[in-house]
Structures are given as structure tokens and as C-alpha cells.
């Protein structure tokens, strides 16, 4: 048994070429890996199955919904946008390793497509596709290239109470939050008014992220928080957030309001929801 956190890192599913082979393959950005390790946690892959995420999940004591290809608007109801790009069996696997996470109150990191899946699997809905509502391409400049976006953190969350009140972030993508889902609360938007993470408050760590904090190697605090987290969650359950305990001696509660109206999906087209 490792004495370090285990980690599941969900993989991607997609036609790659490596060597002589072509074919079906389950992939991984090493940035993950390094990630996680580098975070003081043991990644273990999670390639797509056609069953057994409960399995999956209790083998680990954390989870990271990684990014990827846009989650079929089926889930939320919708017919899939020109643009909208899908992997159904992807969507099956990850929605099934999401609930049987939260059913365990395992801790989640999820990163782009993850939080969409997140905010999805809650009875959100989504933006298919960005540039369409808030007019530019800042979110994902070009194929193959991050995008710098500013971010201001709620300071009383639990992602404000790990890395602050705003922060530069490297982020790729084309859909965003649209309706929040049930138990979930913002907790940073972009200079446009875009959400950019979300946290579920009927849990101790179920994170969010519309960027991509794997790919900044020089900060890895939410790797970090995951880990602790995990690892807590391994030895007992305890009432203690390990950032939040060095920021400061007191525990903070989130923001009570957004809590309140957290009853059902809510209409965050962000301009409503600036503070």
C-alpha cells in the first residue's frame, strides 16, 4: 500500500499515432503526471471502461477529472452545436467515476472539460460555444495554444483560501458555464465575466477549474490541496482544510448568499453574478 495519496487521473479517448501503430489509444498529457507526483500524490491512469468506476474509485483516495473534448449536450438537454465535439463513451465513464466519487466523498480536482462535466452532472448547462457570447477568441487564441486569462477568486472559498484573490491562469477552451448546477457555487470569473471555477459546497473539497493548472509547473497548489486532502480523507475523515489552516486560524465559511440560491440550476450569464 502506498504511503502516498493515490491519485486517478481520468485519460482521454482518442485515435493517436505512436511508433508504427495507429489506433485507439488512452492518453495522458505527461503534465498531469508530473503534476500530481510533483503535488506529493501517486498517479494512477483511469482509462474509459464500459463499467466499473465504482471499483475505480474506491481503488484511489482522490480524483482528477482531466480535460478534453466537449460533454455531449445530450446530458443537459440540448442538440450539439456546430462546433460541439463529442466523446459518449468518455462522457459515460467519467459521469459514473463523478458520482460514485461524490457518493464516497472522495476529493475532486476537475480541470476544464472536468468542470463542465462537474457543472453538468450537477443539472447545469453549458455555452457550446464561447466566442458566440462574450464576442473573442481570449479563452482559446488558437489550436494548440494556452491563452493568458486573469481570474478574480472569491476570497472566502475554499479556491481563494488556497491561491488568493486573483490569479494568471493558462487556459484552451471554447464552452464555459452557463446555468450553475444544483450544490455548486462560482468562485472565479474572467475579466469577461466567464466563470472559471466552481465548488460544491456539500463537500469538503470538489473543485473546478475552467483552466488548466497542470500546465504551470511553477505553482502547485491546487495539486498540493488535492493531495492533502486525499490524503486526509485516507487516515479519517477530518473538519480541516490544510491551506486554509496555514492562511489563517480560523475557518471560513463560503459565501452563504450563493449558497441560498443554490436550490436548483441558477442563470449565472455572468453579468448577474458579479460581486
Known amino acids: ?6 491519485i486517478g487521473v481520468t485519460t482521454y479517448l482518442e485515435t493517436a499515432r505512436w511508433g508504427t501503430w495507429h489506433g485507439p489509444a488512452a492518453l495522458l498529457p505527461q503534465t498531469y503526471v508530473d503534476a500530481v507526483s510533483s503535488g506529493g500524490g501517486l498517479p494512477l491512469l483511469l482509462p474509459v471502461l464500459s463499467a ?3 471499483d475505480a474509485v474506491r481503488a484511489v483516495d482522490g480524483i482528477v477529472l482531466s480535460g478534453g473534448a466537449d460533454v455531449d449536450p445530450e446530458h443537459y438537454g440540448e442538440p450539439a452545436a456546430p462546433l460541439t465535439m463529442i466523446r459518449p463513451e468518455r462522457d459515460a465513464w467519467e459521469l459514473a467515476v463523478l458520482r460514485a466519487a461524490l457518493d464516497e466523498a472522495k476529493p475532486v480536482l476537475a480541470i476544464c472539460r472536468g468542470m463542465q462535466l462537474l457543472n453538468v452532472a450537477c443539472g447545469g448547462t453549458l455555452h457550446q460555444h464561447l466566442p458566440d457570447v462574450v464576442g473573442g477568441n481570449g479563452h482559446q487564441p488558437s489550436q494548440g495554444v494556452f491563452g493568458s486569462t486573469l481570474v478574480r477568486i472569491t476570497p472566502a472559498s475554499r479556491l481563494g483560501r488556497i491561491v488568493g ?3 494568471t491562469v493558462h487556459c484552451h477552451h471554447h464552452q464555459a458555464v452557463r446555468e450553475l ?7 472565479a470569473w474572467a475579466g469577461d465575466d466567464t466563470v472559471e471555477a ?4 456539500e463537500h469538503d473539497f470538489v473543485l473546478g477549474v475552467q483552466w488548466h493548472p497542470e500546465e504551470d509547473p511553477m505553482d502547485g497548489r491546487l495539486f498540493r490541496a488535492l ?3 486525499a490524503g486526509r480523507r485516507a487516515s479519517g475523515p477530518q473538519d480541516v482544510d490544510t491551506q486554509a489552516k496555514r492562511a489563517n486560524s480560523g475557518h471560513q465559511d463560503v459565501d452563504t448568499q450563493a449558497r441560498r440560491a ?3 440550476p ?5 453579468q448577474a453574478s458579479r460581486r
Open 262 to 264: 443554490s436550490s436548483g
Open 165 to 167: 484573490n486573483h490569479l
Open 1 to 6: 500500500m502506498s504511503a502516498l495519496p493515490v
Open 181 to 187: 448546477g444544483t450544490g455548486l457555487e462560482p468562485a
Open 198 to 201: 466552481i465548488e460544491h459546497f
Open 227 to 229: 493531495t492533502d486532502a
Open 266 to 270: 441558477q442563470d449565472i450569464d455572468t
Open 52 to 54: 466499473c468506476a465504482a
